[in-house]
Each structure stands twice: as structure tokens, then as C-alpha cells.
């Protein structure tokens, strides 16, 4: 994300220096600036932007033009942009002014975003209203930059995290409580290949449950109790498998976020 190119078109310098700043200092290095909306355009051709920044009240051309000349762009429309305004009132007084032309009914309370819908041919990614809090804009920079596949890939990080939490847990084997982690299942697959061998167990064999008491266990006992539990941890990748394609399966960022990776996980009876 840091690495994405970023071009503010804004005609206060000093608030260009200050986005810059903020963006610098989360780690953004590849930052331009603009001062008009004509500049602002003729940049966006030269660095072909990952992100822009783009203010509204402009001279030469205003930050609405811009925006709707870049969105009917076959070549620019992609760009992620996020408009900054502190003209509320301006927009308002002018949207007013043309409601009451067209129907003769005022604006109200209706906040500022909506007010610029009136003017724009497409939703902006983002939208923020100066002055800019630090916080507020790395927000919408984030949301604006992340990927869908970034997303996906963070989905898929958490339920591979969340499998081995569960195989870290405990299992129910005959009415008794056992540790279930790596090291217990290492010990348990050494044990059931060494029987498999022609091995076998010492008498009066027990294997320690979680609370500390040994649980009697014969040769064929073993062989369940493992079977049992390699069906255990394959059920949890095959879970885990059946989440990521849902995942995968899926269009919208909301849909992505919104999945829920905790249902469908083995309980831990054997």
C-alpha cells in the first residue's frame, strides 16, 4: 500500500505540504502535488497516480470538473480518488441554487456529501471534509488502497490461524479428556505406527489425560483413539479448505469482511 504512487491536487500549498506530511510520515514516499485543476490533470497524465487527493475549490478548473473529466476516462476512471472539501456552504449555497430553479424546494440539513451527489457522475471513493484529522485520512487512504485480494488474503491468514488454534485444544475419547496439540498427536502417531510394527505395550498401558489421571488403554483402544483423532484434525482442514473457497467464492469487499469464519468447525468429540 505504502508503495502506492499518490498525487494531491489542492491550490493551498500549505495544505499540500500537511497531506504530505501525514502520508510521509506512514510511510508513503512517492507523493506529487498540483495546484489546479488544469495542472492536476496534465499530472495525472504524466504519473498515472495510484491514489489522488483531490480538493474542490480550485482555479482553472475545479476539483468537480476534474473529478468527472478523470471518471468518464476509460484510461483514469480506475483511480481510487478521495475528495477533500471545506467549502460545505459553498457546495450547499450553489445546490440550493439550482434546486430552486429546477423545483423550487431547499437543501435543509442534508449533509455535504450528499449535496456534492448533485455534481458529481460517480460516488467518490472517500470523502472528507477539512479541516483533515491525521487518523481520518490514513483511514481512507487504507480503505481505499486495500484490495480485494489483500482482503481475501487476511480472511484466509485468520482462518488458517483460527485451525490451529482448534488443534491446539482438547479431545473427548470414551468419556475422558485429552490433550490434542502437535506434541500429543506426534506422540500418539509414534505409539500406533510402533504397535502397527509388531510393537507392543507394556502391561497395565495408560495414556495421561488432561487432568492428569491415566486412562487404561489396550492395543485396539489406541489404534481408535488415533483414528479417531487423524479424522479429527482432517476435519478441521477440510473446514478450513471449504471456508477459503467460500472466501474465494465471493464478490464484494462487505461480503468478504463480513463472512463468519467460526461456524462449521469439528466439536472435540471423538
Known amino acids: 500500500m505504502t508503495g502506492t504512487r499518490v498525487l494531491i491536487i489542492d491550490d493551498e500549498k500549505e ?3 500537511y497531506l504530505s506530511t501525514i502520508l510521509e510520515e506512514n510511510g508513503f514516499k512517492d507523493i506529487h502535488g498540483a495546484f489546479d485543476g488544469e495542472e492536476g490533470l496534465t499530472k495525472v497524465k504524466a504519473l498515472n497516480p495510484g491514489l489522488i ?8 478548473k475545479n476539483g468537480i470538473f476534474v473529478f468527472n473529466d478523470l471518471k468518464k ?3 483514469y476512471r480506475d483511480i481510487p480518488i478521495i475528495i477533500l472539501t471545506g467549502e460545505g456552504g459553498f457546495l450547499k449555497n450553489l445546490a440550493e441554487l439550482r434546486q430552486f430553479h ?5 437543501l435543509g440539513d442534508t449533509p455535504t456529501q450528499e449535496v456534492l451527489n448533485l455534481f458529481i457522475d460517480v460516488r467518490p471513493n472517500a470523502f472528507l471534509e477539512k479541516p483533515i484529522e491525521p487518523e481520518a485520512l490514513m483511514a481512507a487512504v487504507q480503505r481505499v488502497l486495500i484490495t480485494m485480494g489483500e482482503i481475501k488474503e487476511k480472511r484466509l491468514r485468520e482462518i488458517n490461524a483460527l485451525r490451529e488454534r482448534k488443534l491446539e485444544g482438547e479431545v473427548v475419547f470414551k468419556g475422558a479428556t485429552f490433550q490434542c496439540n502437535a ?5 500418539l502417531t509414534a505409539t500406533a505406527v510402533m504397535l502397527a510394527n509388531g510393537g507392543s505395550l507394556p502391561k497395565n498401558f495408560a495414556w ?5 489421571q491415566n486412562i487404561p488403554m489396550t492395543r485396539e483402544d489406541l ?3 488415533h483414528a479417531a483423532v487423524t479424522a479429527w484434525v482432517y476435519n478441521h482442514y477440510k473446514v478450513s479448505w471449504e471456508h477459503k473457497a467460500a472466501i474465494d467464492s465471493l464478490t464484494t469487499v462487505e461480503d468478504v469482511r463480513n463472512y463468519d469464519t467460526y461456524s462449521g468447525w469439528p466439536d472435540n468429540s471423538l
Do not use: H, I, Y
Open 208 to 212: 495421561r489425560s488432561s487432568d492428569n
Open 15 to 17: 495544505n499540500v505540504r
Open 183 to 187: 506434541r500429543s498427536r506426534n506422540n
Open 53 to 60: 487527493l483531490l480538493d474542490l475549490r480550485m482555479p482553472k
Open 223 to 225: 489404534f481408535a483413539f
Open 73 to 75: 476516462s476509460t484510461e
Open 102 to 106: 429546477e423545483n423550487g424546494v431547499g
